[in-house]
C-alpha cells in the first residue's frame, strides 16, 4: 500500500461541482488501496477576493495579517473537500498548514519550509483517514500563521512528499501535463512524457507557468517524483523526475517564447575595469532583476553594454541607469521593449553537439534577426524582434522534430 | 491602567466602513490608557455565506469539517481589524481562538469552554499591542478547532474578561442597550441604566435578543460586569451586574412578549401517579423542549394536562403526544399555536408583594383572559391569546410606570 500526494489547484475546486469531481477522484484513488494525502488550494477567486477585502481597509497591509487573512481561504477548501469525500463514504480528515506541523521561518507572505512534523498526518493515515491539507501555509516556531507566497500550494505538496517518503507527488492542473511548446502558439505541440527536474526549471524560468520554479527545485533536491495531470481528465500527464540515459537521447524536449523582458543598451561607456560592476551593483541596490547582459568593445576606449529586465522594473531601471550613465560617463541610453526570448531547452545537449548552430541557422533561414544570446549547459536563449516571436518558435519547434508525429 | 475586554457583533464589522469605525473607537480607547482585548464576530452575512456553501456540498456536513469551514469567518475579521487599527497608528496583533489558547471540550459546533492561556494575549498586551481575537472558537487538547455555538462571541468576550480579569466587558451591538419593552412594539419604552445578571437570564431567555444566556450565566458566575453599548454612537448602553440595593426599589425591570412557542392539552387523562412522569419522559426522550405545565383535576377520576413548546417542535411534540395520549387513555388532544407569552421581571419582586395581582387586575381591566401562569423568584409569566399580545404588552408597560418619565 503506496502513500500518494495530490494537489488539486484553485480551479479544480472552483464551485461544489468541482470540489465533488476531486472527491470522486480523491475516492477512486483511496478505493484501488493508496495511503492518501490531498493538498488543496483556495476556491477560485477567493484569495482575489481577500486581497481585495485588505486594500479596502489599507494599501500597505501588515504582512503578519495578511496571512492571518490569505490562510482562511485554503481552509475553507479544505472542509469543504472533506464534506464531499464523507458524502462518498470515504474517512477523511481536514487539517490547516499549521495543524500538520509544517514549520516555516517568520518571513510572511513568503516564508520558507524548514521542518514538518508527520505524527499528526500519520495518526489519520493510520486510522483510515485520507489527509486534506491546506496548502500554501504554515507556522512559525512562536505559532504564527504564515503563507509560502506564489507558488505556496505546490510547495506544500511537494515538501510533505518528500516528509512522509510518498511513492509520488501528483499535481493537478487545468491542462494535460508539460508540452514541447504553449500549445496556443504552436498547434501541432506535443505533450512530454517525461521530462527532467533541470530541464523543467529551465522551461519553468523561460515561462511554462505549470509550476513554479521552487516546488521543483525541492522536488529534486529530494529526488520526489512529481506527475503534472489535468483534474479534468484521467491522461497520463507529464512525469518529472530525475535525468534518466533515455531523456538524453532527446536533443531538445521543448521550446519556450517569453515576451515579458525589455532590454536596455548604454552607448560607448569609457572601457575601464569596473565599469559594468558599477552599473550592475546600482540595479541590485533597487532591486532590479537582470536577466541577460553583452557587452561590446565598440573602439579601443568605448564599449556598449545591453541588458535585458522585466518589462515591470523597466522604469525603475531606466530611472537608475540615467543617474548612472553620467557618473560612468555613457555617451546615450537606448531601450526596447519590443523584444521576444526565445529558448530551447534539453538535457541531451550535454551529450549532442550543434544544436546552437541548427537553431541560429533557422532564424536565419526565417530572416530573424539574433540580437542577443545567452547559453547553459542545457539552454539556448535568443532575444530578437518581439514581432517575430512566434514564427520563430514555431520554426524552431518544426526544425528540431518536436511536433506530433502523426502530422 | 485598566484591562477592557470589547466585543463587536457582525454587523458592526459588515463592511470595510464599518471596520474602520471599529478601528477608530478601538483606537480612541487606546489613547485613553486602556489596555484592549477586542474580541471580533463574522463579519455581516460571511458565516451564513459558509453554510451556503457546506450546504451545496452535503446535507449533513460532518461536525469537525463544519467547524473548520466557519472559523474562517471570524479569522478574516480580526485580520482586517488589526489592519485599520494599524491605518490609524496604533499597534494590534488578531489570533484566532486557537492561538489566543481556548481549549474547549471535544463537542464540535457547541463546545464548551474549559480553560484559557492567557500567556500568549499577557505577552502582546505587555508590547502595547491592542489584542484582537476571533470570537465563537477555540480548540481541543488534541488541537482540533472547535466552535462555540449560538452566542459564541459573547461568550469569548465574556469568558476572556474573567481569564484577564478585567475590569469589564463592552458589548458592542447595534441597539444603544437593554429596554424596558422591545421598542418596536412599545414606543415609549426606556433604556435601562443597571439591570442584574438574574433579571437579564430571564428577559434573555424571554427573547429579549440582546445577548445569548450562556454569557449572561458565565457573567454572573464570575462577577464580570457587562456593558451592552451601540458601536453606531456613544450613548452610555445598559449595565449588566450583580444585584444592588439599588435596584431592589425597582419592582420591575423590564417586560416581555414571547410569540414562539405553542400550547398542548390532553383532555380528561386518567388521574393516577406517575401519569405526567410518563408523559413528560416520552417528551424528553423525543429532545422536545417544555416550557409551562399547568394539571387541572376536572373530576374525581380525570385531569386536563396542558403545557407549551417551541413551535418549532410543535409537530414533533404532537407525534410524540397522540403515541402517549392512547396509553394513558387520555381523552383528545387539542393544540393551539396562536398564543404569546407575557411577562415581568424584576428582582424587586422579592421584596415588594403585590406584582401578581396588579398584572391580572391590568389584564382584566383590558378583558384579556389568562390562559396559562408561570411564576419564578423574580418574574410572572402569563400565557393569553396570540391576538392580544402587544396589546397586553403596552397595558402592563404603563401599569407599571416604565414608560418615559417625559412623556
Known amino acids: ?75 475553507i477548501s479544505v472542509a469543504l473537500l472533506a464534506m464531499a469525500i464523507h458524502e462518498l463514504g470515504v474517512k477523511a480528515m481536514s487539517f490547516t498548514g499549521p495543524q500538520v506541523g509544517i514549520i516555516t521561518d517568520k518571513f510572511h507572505t513568503k516564508a520558507k519550509i524548514l521542518d514538518i512534523n508527520t505524527d499528526r498526518m500519520q495518526k489519520a493515515l493510520a486510522q483510515g483517514n485520507v489527509v486534506i491539507v491546506a496548502g500554501f501555509q504554515g507556522k512559525t516556531c512562536e505559532e504564527e500563521v504564515t503563507t509560502l507566497g506564489r507558488g505556496g500550494s505546490d510547495l506544500t505538496a511537494v515538501a510533505l512528499a518528500k516528509a512522509l517518503k510518498a511513492k509520488c507527488c501528483e499535481i493537478y492542473t487545468d491542462v494535460d501535463g508539460i508540452y514541447t511548446a504553449d500549445p496556443r502558439l504552436v498547434p501541432d505541440a506535443q505533450k512530454i512524457e517525461q521530462i527532467s527536474y533541470d530541464e523543467i526549471l529551465e522551461l519553468a524560468a523561460l515561462g511554462a507557468k505549470v509550476m513554479h520554479s521552487r516546488s521543483i527545485e525541492v522536488g529534486k533536491k529530494f529526488n520526489v517524483p512529481i506527475y503534472v495531470r489535468n483534474s479534468m481528465n484521467n491522461h497520463e500527464g507529464t512525469l518529472i523526475t530525475k535525468e534518466s540515459k533515455q531523456m538524453e537521447d532527446v536533443v531538445v524536449s521543448g521550446v519556450a517564447l517569453t515576451d515579458d523582458e525589455a532590454k536596455i543598451t548604454l552607448f560607448k561607456v569609457p572601457d575601464r575595469p569596473g565599469v559594468a560592476a558599477k552599473l550592475f551593483a546600482k540595479l541590485s541596490d533597487a532591486n532590479v532583476n537582470i536577466d541577460m547582459i553583452i557587452q561590446n568593445k565598440t573602439s579601443t576606449s568605448t564599449t556598449d553594454i545591453s541588458f535585458t529586465v522585466f518589462k515591470n522594473e523597466l522604469n525603475r531601471a531606466l530611472a537608475v541607469v540615467k543617474k548612472a550613465a553620467q557618473s560612468l560617463g555613457a555617451h546615450s541610453i537606448h531601450h526596447d521593449s519590443d523584444i521576444a526570448k526565445i529558448s530551447v531547452v534539453g538535457v541531451g545537449m550535454r551529450s549532442h553537439s550543434g544544436v546552437a548552430s541548427k537553431m541560429f541557422g533557422c532564424l536565419a533561414r526565417k530572416k530573424i534577426n539574433i540580437d542577443m544570446i545567452s547559453t547553459s549547459e542545457i539552454k539556448i536563449s535568443c532575444v530578437i524582434s518581439g514581432k517575430k516571436g512566434k514564427e520563430a518558435l514555431r520554426a524552431i519547434h518544426s526544425e528540431f522534430g518536436l511536433g506530433k508525429k502523426s502530422k
Chains 1, 2 share one sequence.
Not at 4 to 32: L, T
Not at 49 to 66: F, G, H, S, V
Open 1 to 75: 500500500m503506496s502513500l500518494i500526494v495530490q494537489k488539486y489547484g484553485g480551479s479544480s475546486v472552483g464551485n461544489a461541482d468541482r470540489i465533488r469531481n476531486v472527491a470522486r477522484r480523491v475516492a477512486a484513488k483511496k478505493k484501488q488501496g493508496h495511503k492518501l494525502v490531498v493538498v488543496v488550494s483556495a476556491m477560485g477567486d477567493t484569495t482575489d477576493d481577500l486581497i481585495t477585502l485588505a486594500e479596502q481597509i489599507t494599501k500597505t497591509p501588515n504582512e503578519r495579517e495578511m496571512d492571518m487573512l490569505l490562510s482562511t481561504g485554503e481552509q
